[in-house]
């Protein structure tokens, strides 16, 4: 009885704040519409704001254009819109967190952060409100969230874009096992790739990826792809699977690391060169060919989707030596198509090498 009337009083003194609350009241404290011609003040209070978007992911490249799908209706249709406010924010991995990519009030855009200058929305329909990213970055995968705000309702929706690409497992030349989280984060950065996600990893997986050292994946768990279960990979009985390892501690725990790559802007060659050379030579080499040594996950990209094919070993930028086979043939390494690896020879040995031209 007691909380009875306590609800009682609450109720009553909102009631003081908003007398005669209605549609009305609230439209015209969030939106003045002198300064805008679209606004039918809407009094009625039934009406349900709809927001749609696609539920099947997108799929892109890197250095490409996309338009994430998103439009709002109104159920039932009451003709014209009332004055909104759309926000695209990315969620965080987790679902937890967001952060803003675009909000837009009328006439007026504003984009944050690592998108600015690269995004606008897409309004070729009246109800659409989509929106573009240009020259798509590794970081740009990942969960958008399409938010409509009309002051009385706030729908949202979820786009899901992927980005095309590889995924390859990578070691320093100290070897197996030697970085942290945060080390691997770095290695893949300094090879122009981002560290692989779970979905990136598992569909790698899919397409026949075997790998029998634990990697770290973005999501802070150290897990590993095995397509031919054999007995020091987890077991000749255990199904085929990606193998996980669980979350690990990111400064103290030591793995391997997935990196992910996607199609490139430029190009990379093999050095068409008349001797053999020694690391640093490579280097000189490729920056006298108006071009740079190529990085492992620009190798790795130009093989996967140009088909880059060389049975001749070449340095790359880490100090790694590797090739890429599109075609498997005799002596050009095993039987399924790859980049080959000699590890990390002595900088003095002598190879060819694989620059990277951005165009
Ligand atoms: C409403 O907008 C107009 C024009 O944009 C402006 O002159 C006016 O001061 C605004 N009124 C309020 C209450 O914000
Ligand atoms: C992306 O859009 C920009 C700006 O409209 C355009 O210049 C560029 O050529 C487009 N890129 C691709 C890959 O279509």
Redesign the pocket.
């Known amino acids: 009885m007691q909380t009875g009337i306590a609800v009682f009083l609450v109720l009553v003194s909102t009631c003081h704040c908003l007398p005669f609350y209605n549609g009305f009241y609230y439209d015209h404290i969030l939106n003045n519409k002198s300064g805008n011609g679209n606004g039918d003040v809407i009094h009625f209070n039934g009406v349900k704001l709809v927001v749609n978007t696609p539920e099947d992911a997108l799929f892109a490249y890197r ?3 996309i338009t994430l799908p998103c439009a709002y209706h109104y159920e039932p249709d009451i003709g014209s819109a009332r004055r909104l406010r759309i926000k695209w924010a990315k969620l965080h991995k987790d679902n937890t967190k967001e952060k803003d990519v675009l909000v837009a009030i009328g006439l007026r855009h504003r984009s944050f952060g690592e998108y600015k200058g690269r995004v606008y929305l897409h309004q070729n329909k009246p109800n659409e409100v989509s929106l573009v990213i ?2 798509l970055r590794l970081e740009d995968s990942g969960k958008y969230k399409c938010e409509v705000i009309d002051g009385l309702e706030d729908e949202s929706g979820i786009v899901e874009l992927e980005l095309r690409g590889v995924v390859y497992p990578y070691q320093p030349y100290q070897g197996r096992y030697q970085l942290n989280f945060h080390d691997g984060k770095k290695a893949c950065e300094a090879q122009d790739s981002m560290m692989a996600s779970f979905e990136q990893l598992f569909k790698a997986w899919e397409e026949g990826l075997d790998w029998c050292n634990a990697g770290w994946l973005i999501d802070g768990t150290a897990q590993y792809p095995i397509t031919l279960p054999r007995e020091p990979c987890g077991g000749k009985d255990i199904a085929p699977g990606v193998r996980n390892y669980g979350e690990r501690h990111k400064r103290l725990h030591k793995f391997d690391v997935f990196c992910f790559s996607s199609a490139l802007k430029g190009r990379v060659y093999y050095l068409e060169h008349p001797d053999k050379l020694t690391f640093q030579e490579a280097r000189d080499a490729c920056i006298q060919d108006g071009a740079q040594i190529a990085k492992v996950g620009q190798l790795y990209a130009a093989w996967k989707f140009v088909d880059l094919d060389r049975c001749d070993a070449g340095w790359l930028d880490d100090g790694s030596v590797r090739y890429p086979i599109a075609f498997p043939r005799l002596n050009c390494g095993p039987p399924e198509p790859g980049v080959r690896s000699f590890g990390f020879p002595g900088k003095d040995t002598k190879f060819g090498v694989f620059c990277y031209k951005m165009s």
């Open positions: 250095g490409g254009n240009n020259d």
